[in-house]
């Protein structure tokens, strides 16, 4: 388990927690001592606030903690990084400063994750093409699923610059992201959402008949 990596993690999203643990794929063994504690995988957390909250099914205390199922499971667990992200996703550590090519195998530009939760406090988890909140279709384990869209592609600005968090940034879903990027220059939101509507009043259309 890495401690130092957990802390870091705790204290980015501000958890009010005395103990932090991390494990890649939320496979924890090791006691919880103090409480109340957050239990860190890949994408997300688990806060643990006392004794109590181990007294789960899906949870075997013993002399250590097994969670067969990892902490994604839990009903308490909360997503709030995503693996797989878009490469002009990539979070960087400069607030509100986009651009520098970080060459690891694939170009990635630099992100900020402040400029992305500014942009969602604005407009909130629901995709501005389609209109859907992913959690009203998955549930909870979706609830803060979303995309950040970049409307101007950094690979086109080539230099350092202050991103506005609601004119530069727009929430989309996974889907309605990737069709943006199906086409060089990027489909702009609007174009896309005509494609669906489209779509509906073709479908419509054929039942109708």
Not at 88 to 102: D, F, K, N
Not at 124 to 131: A, E
Request: proline content about 6%.
């Amino acid at each position: 388990m890495n401690r130092k990596k957990a802390d870091e993690l705790s204290k980015e999203f501000g958890l009010n927690v005395v103990q932090s643990r991390y494990s890649d794929w939320g496979n924890f063994y090791g006691l919880v001592q103090n409480y109340p504690c957050a239990l860190w995988d890949k994408s997300g957390y688990v806060i643990f606030n006392n004794e109590d909250d181990l007294n789960i099914p899906e949870i075997s205390v013993a002399k250590r903690i097994n969670i067969p199922k990892r902490i994604s499971s839990l009903k308490t667990y909360k997503l709030v990084l995503h693996e797989a992200q878009l490469p002009e996703e990539l979070p960087s550590g400069v607030e509100y400063q986009e651009g520098t090519v970080q060459k690891i195998i694939v170009n990635k530009y630099e992100r900020d994750k402040n400029a992305r939760y500014a942009c969602l406090s604005h407009y909130g988890y629901i995709c501005q093409v389609c209109h859907v909140k992913l959690s009203d279709v998955y549930g909870d384990i979706a609830e803060n699923l979303i995309h950040v869209h970049h409307l101007k592609p950094i690979s086109e600005i080539g230099e350092n610059y202050t991103v506005d968090p609601i004119s530069d940034l727009l929430p989309v879903c996974p889907n309605c992201h990737t069709v943006i990027h199906l086409r060089n220059p990027p489909y702009l939101p609007q174009e896309v959402s005509h494609m669906l509507h489209k779509a509906s009043t073709s479908q419509t259309d054929k039942i109708a008949i």
